[in-house]
Nanobody, 118 residues
Framework: QVQLVESGGGLVQPGGSLRLSCAASGSIFSINTMGWYRQAPGKQRELVASITSGGSTKYADSVKGRFTISTDFAKNMVYLQMNSLKPEDTAVYYC????????????WGQGTQVTVSS
């Protein structure tokens, strides 16, 4: 129903910045919430940031003040601007969409690696 493709991950030094992008296609009009999750090896997947169709945003305490989630409705894109990156931000970041199209669904992107290291 909704397909997601992430891009923008890579290697960055501590204190640096990256912008992750997620392109949505399919039944995009059915999306209620989009978010970014991350998972490091041996760690549980965690919600980093989310944004609802009404524009409400939420952030994990660990990224507040450093990360910003935003959307470009005309391009069907959602972004995660990551500033002041720390080594503990290293993880695979996944784009997520939740919506309703006859039934509730959840879609995931393939993930993009973010590595923060000197």
């Amino acid at each position: 129903q909704v397909q997601l493709v992430e891009s923008g991950g890579g290697l960055v030094q501590p204190g640096g910045s990256l912008r992750l992008s997620c392109a949505a296609s399919g039944s995009i009009f059915s999306i209620n919430t989009m978010g970014w999750y991350r998972q490091a090896p041996g760690k549980q997947r965690e919600l980093v940031a989310s944004i609802t169709s009404g524009g409400s945003t939420k952030y994990a305490d660990s990224v507040k003040g450093r990360f910003t989630i935003s959307t470009d409705f005309a391009k069907n894109m959602v972004y995660l601007q990551m500033n002041s990156l720390k080594p503990e931000d290293t993880a695979v970041y996944y784009c997520n969409a939740k919506g309703t199209w006859g039934h509730e669904y959840e879609s995931w992107g393939q993930g993009t690696q973010v590595t923060v290291s000197s």
